[in-house]
């Protein structure tokens, strides 16, 4: 298995990908899958990382994104969605790619990277859960950043359009 950047024949292996990882997850909307999509069409797709396995192509995939803050775009980034086929889960492609794509982040120069989810998963990549920061619905224990400059903005963090299409 390796972790490389998405190439110009990707696009269908990742929908595919999201779709499937997301399918019966609890707080899905089912829609992840059209996310990748959406943010490529409006060049706002910082990084997308794929998981490539000699055998079954394309099994993880990973995005990374411009957000704001209080409406300001500050060098911040979002991670998601992640996903990772189920029959391929628990086997460590999902902790690579999110190493690999923390590491691709500092490498663009970002300030910060923000994601949601369990902290106690995330602090294994450096993530760690900052109350400064608030996203939407999401619990406030849920949003996890990683700082990568001097500051820690304080504010809402809005993620781009193209999360809300449906
Ligand atoms: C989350 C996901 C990407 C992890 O991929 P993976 O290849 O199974 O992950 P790994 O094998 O590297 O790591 C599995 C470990 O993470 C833990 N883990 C995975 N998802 C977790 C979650 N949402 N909350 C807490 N722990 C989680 C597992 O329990 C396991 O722990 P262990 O290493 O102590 O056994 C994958 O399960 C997936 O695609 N899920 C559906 C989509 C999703 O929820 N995406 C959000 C991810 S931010």
């Known amino acids: 298995m390796r972790i490389r950047p998405e190439n110009t024949h990707d696009a269908h292996a990742i929908r595919s990908v999201q779709y499937h990882a997301y399918n019966e ?4 909307y089912l829609s992840e899958y059209k996310i990748v999509d959406a943010l490529r069409e409006e060049n706002a797709l910082a990084l997308s990382l794929v998981a490539e396995d000699e055998r ?4 993880g995939h990973a995005t990374i994104s411009p957000i704001t803050i209080n409406g300001n775009g500050v060098g911040w980034y979002y991670l998601g969605p992640v996903g990772v086929l189920p029959e391929h889960q628990k086997h460590g492609v999902g902790s690579a ?5 923390v590491r691709a982040t500092y490498g663009m120069g970002a300030k910060g990277l923000v994601s949601q989810g369990d902290p106690r998963f995330f602090k294994r990549f450096g993530f760690r859960n900052d109350t400064r920061l608030s996203y939407n619905q999401v619990q406030p ?16 963090v809005a993620l781009h359009p193209a999360y809300f299409i449906s």
């Open 97 to 101: 790619l999110i190493t690999q794509a």
């Open 56 to 59: 079954d192509g394309v099994i």
């Open 25 to 28: 997850h609890q707080y899905s």
């Open 141 to 156: 224990e849920h949003v996890v950043m990683i700082p990568m400059g001097k500051e820690v903005p304080q504010g809402a």
